[in-house]
């Protein structure tokens, strides 16, 4: 059973950045396509990246420019790198993984991951 954990969340003020990282408890994540998703209070889980395991990565149009997600070398770790912070962007942020070949992009829907992480606090505030 594959598990996640996030790191890296906390208080940043409006235009700042933040590292979120997402690691395995011993099980490379080569082998997943990776998600990362956001939850406010009050609102819908939403999609903010999405990952296949060759690279390819997609963001919804609120993020594009802002965020961007990668992989570590060793395969141990996905990054999401968030820039330019808006109050908006306050959520719980999770990341999410489903096992397909190389080329499989599951997209932004939180229906098409199977292992899901606890999340970790962003807050964006003056």
């Known amino acids: 059973q594959l598990q996640l954990k996030e790191s890296g969340g906390g208080l940043v003020q409006p235009g700042g950045s933040l590292r979120l990282s997402c690691t395995s408890s011993?099980?490379?994540?080569?082998?997943?396509?990776i998600g990362w998703f956001r939850q406010a209070p009050g609102k819908e889980r939403e999609g903010v990246s999405s990952m296949s395991r060759s690279g390819s990565v997609e963001y919804p149009d609120s993020v594009r420019g802002r965020f961007t997600a990668a992989r570590d070398r060793a395969g141990n770790t996905i990054y999401l790198q968030m820039n330019n912070l808006k109050p908006e962007d306050t959520a719980v942020y999770y990341c999410?993984?489903?096992?397909?070949?190389?080329?499989?992009?599951?997209?932004?829907?939180?229906?098409?991951?199977?292992?899901w992480g606890q999340g970790t606090q962003v807050t964006v505030s003056s």
């Open positions: 999410a993984a489903v096992q397909g070949d190389r080329q499989y992009f599951p997209g932004l829907g939180v229906h098409e991951y199977d292992y």
């Open positions: 011993g099980v490379t994540l080569d082998y997943y396509a």
